[in-house]
């Protein structure tokens, strides 16, 4: 079953034409996956330790202290090590990742009073408990696209099947759950996401879960207009009198057909997630203390604007990532506008 | 052309498809559209019988009636003496895949998400009338038997023409070995040249594969070419019907008559005949015979609504018919 | 402001079309839609054009009142004379002040071609408004509704499009394009989307206004019959080319070109009754893949190798002529 028919081929050439959506994916898309090794680019492990003419490899696996001289099984702290004078010895060396520095890593030993001012050592500076800004932003960043492509997954998921079995059966179906949707997205969520993290623990999972409750209702509603409209369409028609179970007629007839709404809307969804996640997190109530995010960082700058590197590196990341998601977005919805002439 | 013994494959007998028109603050049911009338008809082994009135007379409506896209008010279709209503709904497992639909619109009526292949095969192997090994083998001779290359199999439906389009609906249609298959309209959005083209095809399919067509249509000039019987429908209620070569050179009810004379043909010396009026809407039908406001031979008894007659073969709604 | 209104030429045609080559620009290329296509139609005369879908003959009918396809159509060749002047040649409001005054068009789908959302009145009223004449407008608003054959006019003036039928609309877009008493009226389709019984009132109406004023019509079908019942003389257009013109009963009778033929012989009607209908085989070529000799050359029952050179202009009597190697 092709996605890939002419059409859908055509949009995507209309996609790439438009350049400013075209640069903003692949600028978005590669620092995603950049993120995603960010333990690899960002960590202050070092990649590859030689110590007492060992070979270490700290990022990868689980050294204890007693290993470089130290008195505990806890792991070795890689920091003071690379400072402390057992291991500057002669024929000692460790190879660091591009920024040696790690987001939960507290510098308390550094000159003057957290938050710390750009410096060569850190780029951006630190944030009030003295961990490099920069690093925290990389973690966070990474930290909010996971979040928010995940709801925007789960709840594409149940927009779709809520939408589509309203669209599809019609009558009172779509009526009874009309109504409950109405009742249900009157319910605030920022008092239920409080509410759910108070009883239960404020973990990444939860909170996904809490705000998906939420998430899928404006996708429901596009996709049971297309549901609506697709079903009438003699091909439909053909296949319900040619017996075809229900399952077949939703799944491969109708929703292949039904996806637009899915791809336009999906850039505004994670630029929803990521708005959702920070807002929650610089009020408190979102993911736990020390997990690197975004929203605690701006809570900090706000409680620190004499630090003004805090709040304006977060500003901008925040910025830039949501234009970039916007254009890709405008673009999308651009290229699938079903009035421009394909040829 | 009859060989087999004349029996029905479908029998309609007093069908009614009425639309509700809900009107009041509490949205009662005021009137009805009484769109499909007390029509009964009858298809019979290898038959071709066309359906055919003008628009809004309720021929699509009946085609969607019995194909069971429409839920029905009374009356009964029998597929080989089986009852395939059941109160309102149609038991589509009566007809075990025997009967078929093919719509009108080309462009609608394949999934552009599918290729050809995939197309056809979906319900050949959900009613499993081959295996999947044998299914490729069987699609390429069915598009072959429709006039088409075997090798468009794996194209996406955005590369064919309208009537390329309606011959793979035909290929899917006869996939399933029908007995009848219902064309609702199915050449009208298509060009001339390539319309003949398809009542070739069909005239073909129906001598290889001793297949029944119930063709509805408004284009009598078509229908005096493909098929064996007529019925023709106004407002709802079949006013005649009978062999289609009599009817259309000698039509008894006066609405068969004024619709021959209105085809313009190629013979300069016989212009149309213009009948005057419009067809009276569904919700301002006119008491007793409905066609009587633009009837040359209307009288007082015709307030009153006139039976169907039966005399040689030939059916006819009307208290004074066209007198030879 | 009007153009002046010329005096018709000795040959009396009101309009020449000659040799128009219309092309349209699609992702860079150059796609020819038609290739010197030429009739002509005299005063009071009903000219059929008949063709299969994408033949070209909307698109040569929009170029009489100088609307190229958009968007990127091109005029590649050709002129249209209206009263001997050629209308690519004319300033935008020359232009502007003949089309629905001079030239009037009508369509195949009537409701499409109304606002839904404005009144008949309304709708017929604006007409007036572009051409600023010192005629009673209501006035002839109801004279023309009249000559259409529809008596209630405080109704229809009150009705929205979607509360009429289509053989009403059609009519009231018959009258609305007659407002200004316009010299040519261009048929495109005009009784395609409407059932057999309402085509023989709209095309008798449509015979009537055209001997009674002296107008030209210039009609559009793929429906042979219609033509052979109303229209004068015809056009045959395939592939973007006209091959065959000739008045029609000569037409009739005796058509020169294969596909005219093909035609004549692929459809039914009800007094060919016993004669089986003989399609043409294959289809119709898509713009940009038609070939460089004679374009109905893979169709056609009697092509040689000759035919793959192009085949040369022949008359036929004094009217007539085709385009073929036999």
């Known amino acids: ?343 | ?324 | 402001m009007k153009s002046t209104d010329s005096e018709i030429g000795t040959d009396d045609y009101l309009l020449q079309v000659q040799d128009l080559s219309i092309g349209v620009e699609q992702s860079q290329k150059l796609l020819q839609l038609t290739d010197r296509v030429s009739f002509k139609l005299k005063k009071g005369e009903i000219h059929g054009l008949i063709g299969e879908s994408g033949c070209g003959k909307s698109i040569s009918s929009l170029a009489i009142m100088g609307i190229l396809p958009q968007p990127g159509g091109k005029l590649l060749s050709g002129k249209v004379l209206f009263k001997n002047e050629d209308i690519f040649c004319l300033d935008k409001t020359s232009l502007n002040s003949l089309r629905g005054n001079k030239i009037s068009m009508i369509f195949q789908e009537p409701f499409a071609a109304m606002n839904p959302l404005i009144r008949i009145g309304e709708q017929m009223l604006e007409n007036f408004d572009y051409h600023q004449t010192k005629i009673d407008r209501h006035q002839k608003i109801r004279e023309l509704l009249n000559e259409v054959g529809l008596t209630d006019h405080a109704r229809i003036l009150q009705s929205y499009p979607h509360e009429l039928s289509g053989g009403m609309l059609q009519r009231i877009m018959i009258a609305m394009s007659l407002l200004l008493d316009p010299d040519l009226l261009i048929a495109d389709e005009p009784t395609t989307a409407l059932d057999v019984t309402v085509q023989a009132q709209i095309m008798s109406l449509i015979v009537r206004l055209c001997k009674e004023r002296k107008m030209s019509v210039l009609l559009i079908s793929h429906n042979i019959s219609l033509m052979a019942q109303y229209a004068d003389s015809i056009s045959v257009m395939y592939a973007g080319q006209i091959v065959e013109t000739n008045e029609i009963s000569a037409f009739l009778t005796d058509a020169s070109h294969p596909y005219s033929r093909g035609l004549i012989q692929a459809i039914p009607t009800l007094d060919k009754a016993g004669d089986k209908i003989i399609p043409i085989s294959g289809q119709v070529p898509e713009p940009g893949k038609f070939s460089t000799g004679c374009r109905f050359m893979e169709r056609c029952p009697v092509s040689a190798a000759i035919c793959s050179n192009p085949p040369p202009e022949k008359n036929i009597g004094d009217l007539g002529h085709y385009r073929c190697h036999y």
């Open chain 1, 1 to 343: 079953m092709a996605v890939f028919s002419k059409l859908s081929k055509d949009r995507f050439r209309r996609f790439r034409m438009i350049k400013r959506a075209w640069y903003s994916f692949i600028i978005l898309s590669a620092l995603f996956v950049l993120s995603l090794f960010a333990e690899l680019l960002c960590n202050d492990r070092p990649y590859i330790i030689s110590f007492n003419d060992k070979l270490y490899f700290p990022i990868f696996k689980f050294y204890p202290e007693k290993e470089f001289g130290g008195k505990y099984f806890t792991e070795a702290d890689y920091v003071s090590l690379r400072n402390s004078d057992l291991f500057k010895k002669e024929g000692n060396w460790m190879l660091l990742p591009p920024i040696p520095h790690s987001p939960l890593h507290s510098y308390i030993d550094l000159e003057g009073t957290p938050p710390h001012p750009p410096s060569a050592m850190h780029w951006l500076g630190t944030d009030a408990s003295a961990r490099d800004v920069f690093a925290r932003l990389l973690y966070g960043f990474r930290i909010c696209m996971l979040f928010s492509l995940i709801l925007a997954g789960i709840a594409t998921l149940f927009g779709i099947l809520i939408g589509g079995v309203q669209g599809y059966f019609g009558g009172v179906i779509d009526l009874v759950v009309q109504r409950m949707i109405e009742i249900w997205s009157s319910l605030p969520f920022l008092y239920v996401v409080i509410l759910v993290g108070t009883i239960y623990s404020r973990s990444f999972m939860i909170l996904i879960l809490v705000l998906s409750l939420f998430q899928w209702i404006g996708l429901s509603y596009y996709m049971r207009g297309e549901f609506l409209k697709i079903r009438n369409l003699n091909y439909v028609k053909v296949a319900k009198t040619m017996g075809m179970p229900s399952s077949h007629i939703l799944f491969r007839q109708i929703l292949p057909n039904g996806l637009t709404p899915v791809i336009t809307l999906l850039p505004f969804q994670i630029i929803g997630g990521i708005g959702a996640l920070t807002a929650l997190d610089f009020l408190g109530f979102g993911l736990q203390p020390p997990t690197p995010s975004w929203g605690e960082l701006l809570s900090q700058g706000l409680n620190n604007l004499f630090a003004p590197w805090l709040a304006v590196s977060t500003v901008v990341c925040l910025f830039t990532t949501l234009l970039l998601a916007t254009f890709i977005g405008e673009g999308v919805r651009e290229a699938f506008d079903p009035r421009a002439s394909t040829d």
């Open chain 2, 1 to 324: 052309m009859n060989n087999k013994v004349n029996s029905p494959i479908i029998e309609v007998t007093d069908l009614q498809t009425w639309f509700p028109v809900k009107s009041g603050l509490l949205g009662r049911t005021s009137h009805y559209i009484k769109a499909v009338d007390k029509v009964s008809l009858r298809v019979n082994h290898g038959e071709i019988v066309a359906l055919v009135g003008e628009s809004g007379c309720g021929k699509s409506t009946l085609g969607n009636s019995l194909a069971g896209l429409l839920p029905i008010r009374g009356g009964q279709l029998l597929f080989r003496g089986n009852a395939a209503f059941q109160g309102n709904r149609l038991q589509r497992e009566v007809f075990q895949n025997k009967v078929q639909v093919i719509f009108q619109d080309p462009y609608s009526s394949l999934n552009p998400k599918h290729t050809v292949f995939e197309i056809l095969s979906f319900p050949l192997l959900y009613h499993k009338i081959c295996t999947r090994n044998e299914v490729s083998d069987y699609i390429a001779s069915l598009l072959e038997q429709v006039g088409m290359s075997a090798e468009y199999m794996n194209r996406y439906p955005h590369s064919f023409s309208g009537g390329q389009r309606q011959r793979i609906s035909i290929a899917r249609a006869i996939g399933m070995k029908p007995d009848l298959m219902i064309c609702d309209e199915i050449v009208s959005s298509l060009d001339v040249s390539i319309q003949a083209q398809i009542v070739e095809l069909l005239l073909e399919l129906r001598k290889k594969l001793d297949l029944a067509l119930l063709f509805i249509a408004h284009d009598l000039s078509l229908v005096r070419a493909l098929s064996d019987r007529i019925y023709v429908m106004y407002l709802g209620k079949i006013v005649e019907s009978g062999n289609t070569a009599e009817v259309l050179t000698s039509p008894s009810h006066p609405y068969t008559r004024a619709l021959v004379q209105s085809v313009p043909t190629l013979n300069r010396e016989c212009p149309p005949v213009i009948l005057q009026g419009e067809v009276p809407s569904f919700t301002n039908m006119p008491v007793g015979c409905s066609f009587q406001n633009r009837c040359p031979n209307k009288s007082e008894r015709c307030m009153n609504e006139p039976e169907i007659t039966e005399s040689n073969q030939r059916e006819l709604r009307c208290f004074h018919p066209v007198q030879i």
